[in-house]
């Protein structure tokens, strides 16, 4: 069996190859750098990670970028509100975000663009747009047209009565048809700006996209990934931009999109309020915990996020590290198991992976010749790596429950618990009081707060 991939431009399972064998190339949509990451924009992250290592094995080179929007309206808005340079802010998130990948065992991409690194590119872009009559400008504005392009909305299969809808934004007066979407705009006073052929202002977001696309890996690429919330408007007009730009010719031969997370049966959505942000939860939980529940659905499904759905990962490594420290006599090499890759051969099929992990496991547990032993051993350790598991040595996995790392995750529980209290969340509060009793973690209200303290374990 070869790679397949479900391609949602096709909307069909299709085998993958690289256009060409020498180079294959991957642009991830990556994180616009205002705050600290939700753990739903995480996801594509960790699976496409998983697939970039599975694209190494497989056709021996990989060119995989993943950008970063360091120029946003968002942006502006957090670096006013906190009275500081807007590159305090995108220094500080940026930051926060390769640490928080890299505890969730993210690899870092190969490439990481910075969007005001390419106003050069992205400005050439527009201007190559303009020339050949698929953008216009007006009042300081360079905005796509998008009746000049016939394949407009293939990718998302809208109508244009939907895309319009979609689009989330005002009609503003110098838009010649509503669903034209802006290329440039011009920054006025102190907000970032950069000088251009229709005066000083700043790129939009899709365009970024596209022209840092093309800088690093080409006009044509082989997968475009990114949440299925991005495939409209921001990938149909990634699309757009850039198969205009380069005379029709496709950008991303596969395209694909990872499902959200649920959160109590509601959409994962910024304004409803239900954050959980990575860098809290990598603190408050195992960060392996977090990658194991993330992999635990098929990426193109909805995952309804919860804490019975991390303790259930928690209790699942806890299993899996027991095998490995039982079997810590056995030599052993690791090595990825056939099976395990044509599990993720399958459109990256992790919860069959994770079965996969589990059955080896189970075997394991029954073993009792030294070779049988080193050979699961060997299976476990190497289907561990590629799904980026099973990686520390088993004590590491257990000690989580000593040392100042721990201290500050049950502190993070404990402001948890304080904040579902002041929520009414009271059900959640006993959970955490539960949870931590269990570790055997004793709370006690003071004058001063909450103080706890380490009591018989159980
Ligand atoms: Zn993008």
Redo the contacts with the bound molecule.
Sequence with gaps: MSLHLFNSLTRRVEAFQPADPARTTM?V??PTVYNYVHIGNARGPVVFGVLADLLRRRFGTLAYAR?I?DVDDKINAAASEAGVPIGDITGRYARAYREDMAALGVPPPDLEPEATAHIGPIISMIERLVESGHAYVAEGHALFSVASFDRYGALSRRDPDDMLAGARVDVAPYKRDPGDFVLWKPSTGDLPGWDSPWGRGRPG??I??SAMAAAHLGETIDI?A?GVD?QFP??EN?IAQSECAHGGRPFARFWLHNGMLNFGGAKMSKSLGNIEKVHDLVRAHPPEALRHALLSAHYRQPLDWSDGLIEQSVRTLDRLYGTLRDLGDAPAVPAIPAALDAALDDDLNTPQALAEIARIAGEARKATSPDERSRLKSELLGAGIALGLLQQDPAAWFARGAGNQDDARIQALIDERIGAKQARDFARADAIRDRLAAEGILLEDTPQGVRWKRGLSH
């Design positions: 642009y949509c990556g950008n929007t977001w899709h970024e996209c475009h990114g991005l921001h990938h990634e």
